[in-house]
């Protein structure tokens, strides 16, 4: 059993909160509603993946670089982990774009 993918993911959204720190994006710029925003969008793909779980598209494959914890059949804590960073990295983007588009249009 590893954790290395989790780690990574992990890894991976402390640079995000860093850019967002840096740049006042998501969370630093209200926290409130970011975590509103950040829990619908985790929910919404969450659901995806358990309608897909349902009719049989997805799957959990095998590699030894998960920790094999499930959630639920199929579903790896890892892939919790992943939508939070899936919707996290794009509203950091979003908010990123639209403050540069901003800047540009001065």
């Given at each position: 059993m590893s954790a290395a993918y989790l780690l990574v993911l992990l890894v991976c959204l402390g640079a995000m909160t860093l850019l967002d720190h840096r740049f006042r994006?998501?969370?630093?710029?209200?926290?409130r509603r970011a975590a509103l925003v950040l829990a619908a969008g985790?929910?919404?793909f969450l659901l995806w993946d358990v309608a897909g779980?349902?009719?049989?598209?997805?799957?959990r494959g095998q590699t030894p670089y998960m920790t094999g914890l499930l959630?639920?059949?199929?579903?790896?804590?890892?892939e919790l982990v992943?939508?939070?960073?899936?919707?996290?990295?794009?509203?950091?983007?979003?908010t990123?774009?639209?403050?540069?588009?901003?800047?540009?249009?001065?």
């Open positions: 994006l998501f969370f630093f710029a209200d926290a985790t929910a919404g779980i349902a009719s049989g598209l997805f799957f959630l639920a059949p199929e579903l790896p804590v890892e992943f939508l939070a960073f899936l919707s996290y990295l794009t509203m950091n983007l979003y990123g774009a639209s403050l540069l588009l901003q800047r540009r249009a001065r």
